[in-house]
C-alpha cells in the first residue's frame, strides 16, 4: 500500500524535476544579473525566459514549467501577505488610505474602459489596470492566477509584467524628481512615490534617493496598496463566477485559496504571531517563486508572440500610469 500510494508522487516530482530546475536556474541568473547591474529583476527573469522557450516547446522541461507558472506562483502571491501589518497602515492616518483606495478604484474602473475602447476585453483592462495601480509584476501574476484559462492569457500576462517593469523603471527615476519640481516634503513626496510607482522595489530606490523619512513613508504606502490585492482578486474572481468561465466548465471559488492563504497571513502578521525571522523567511521565498514564475511565463511565451501585440496595449498601460500620477496629486491637493 505504501509503495503504490508514493509512487504517483515520485513519478509527478520526475516529470516536473527538468522544467523547474530549469526556472530556478534561470531566476538564480536574473537575481545575479540584477544585483550587478540594478536592473528590475522581474524584467531580467522575463527576457531570460523568453530566450529558453524552446524549453516549454519541446522536450522534458514542459511539464515542470507549467507548474512553476501556476502553483508556485499561487505560493509566491500568497507569501505576500507577510510584507503587511494593520499597525503600518494605521500609522499614516487617513488621508494615505483613502488616497490609496480611491486611485486604485479608479485607475482599474478607468482601465477596464479604455480597454473595451481600445477594443480588448475588459479582463485585459483588469489586469493592466490592477498591475499598474497595485503593486506591478506581482499584482499582474496574482490577478492573472485567479482568472479563468484563455489562449491569449499567458501573453497578456507576459506583455503586462514587461510593461510595468520597465514603466516602473522610469518611474524611479522621474517621479523624485517631479516631486521636488511640485516642492513636496518629505511627507508628501513619499505618498507620491509609494501611491504612484508600480513595483516595491522602484518604491524603495525612488523614495530613498530623496530622504530616509521619504523612503520610509513610501514603503508603507505602498504596502498599503499591496494590501488591496485581496479585494482586486475577489472581483476578479467574482467577475468570472458572473460569467462562468472556467477551463472546466466548473465556477471558479469566490475567493481562490492563495487568496485566503494571504489574509491569513496579513492577519497573523498583524497580531504578531510571525516571529520576524519567518518573515523575513517568508519574503524570500516569496520573492524567489515570484521570479522563477516570471521566468516560467517568460518560457511560455515566445519573441515571436509578444511582437504581435500591437500599439495599442503599449498605450493603454501608459495612458494608465499617467492616469495614477495626475489622480494622485490632486488627491493630495485636495485632502492637505
Excluded at 233 to 241: D, E, G, V
Excluded at 312 to 332: D, I, R, Y
Aim: aromatic letters at 6%; glycine letters at 10%; proline letters at 4%.
Amino acid at each position: 500500500m505504501t509503495t503504490i500510494s508514493l509512487a504517483a508522487p515520485l513519478t509527478r516530482g520526475r516529470s516536473l524535476f527538468p522544467g523547474v530546475l530549469a526556472c530556478v536556474v534561470v531566476s538564480s541568473a536574473a537575481t545575479f544579473m540584477a544585483q550587478q547591474y540594478g536592473a528590475p529583476v522581474m524584467l531580467l527573469a522575463l527576457l531570460l525566459g523568453m530566450a529558453m522557450n524552446f524549453l516549454s516547446a519541446e522536450g522534458a522541461c514542459g511539464p515542470g514549467i507549467a507548474f512553476t507558472a501556476r502553483t508556485v506562483l499561487r505560493i509566491g502571491v500568497a507569501l505576500l501577505g507577510l510584507r503587511i501589518t494593520a499597525a503600518q497602515i494605521a500609522a499614516l492616518g487617513w488621508q494615505p488610505i483613502l488616497i490609496v483606495v480611491i486611485s486604485v478604484a479608479l485607475t482599474i474602473t478607468a482601465a477596464m474602459i479604455a480597454a473595451r475602447l481600445l477594443g480588448f476585453r475588459g479582463k485585459f483592462g483588469l489586469l493592466t489596470g490592477g498591475a499598474t495601480a497595485i503593486c506591478g509584476a506581482s499584482a499582474a501574476l496574482a490577478l492573472s492566477a485567479s482568472m479563468p484559462h484563455h489562449p491569449l492569457k499567458e501573453r497578456a500576462t507576459l506583455f503586462t509584467i514587461v510593461g510595468v517593469s520597465c514603466l516602473s523603471t522610469l518611474a524611479m527615476v522621474l517621479y523624485p524628481v517631479f516631486a521636488r519640481a511640485l516642492g513636496l516634503d518629505a511627507q508628501q513626496a513619499g505618498i507620491f512615490l509609494g501611491a504612484t510607482i508600480h513595483d516595491v522595489a522602484q518604491v524603495v530606490g525612488a523614495g530613498y534617493s530623496m530622504s530616509h523619512e521619504t523612503g520610509d513613508v513610501a514603503t508603507v504606502v505602498k504596502l498599503m496598496r499591496v494590501a488591496t490585492l485581496l479585494p482586486v482578486i475577489m472581483f476578479a474572481a467574482s467577475l468570472t463566477r458572473l460569467q462562468g468561465e472556467a477551463s472546466d466548465g466548473k465556477r471558479p471559488p469566490l475567493l481562490p485559496g492563495f487568496a485566503v492563504a494571504f489574509v491569513g497571513l496579513v492577519a497573523l502578521n498583524s497580531a504578531g504571531f510571525v516571529p520576524a525571522n519567518a518573515v523575513a523567511l517568508g519574503n524570500d521565498v516569496s520573492r524567489w517563486c515570484l521570479v522563477a514564475a516570471v521566468a516560467a511565463i517568460g518560457m511560455k511565451t515566445s519573441l515571436r508572440d509578444l511582437a504581435t501585440v500591437g500599439l495599442k496595449p503599449v498605450l493603454l498601460m501608459l495612458g494608465e500610469t499617467a492616469f495614477l500620477a495626475v489622480l494622485v496629486l490632486l488627491m493630495m491637493h485636495w485632502t492637505w
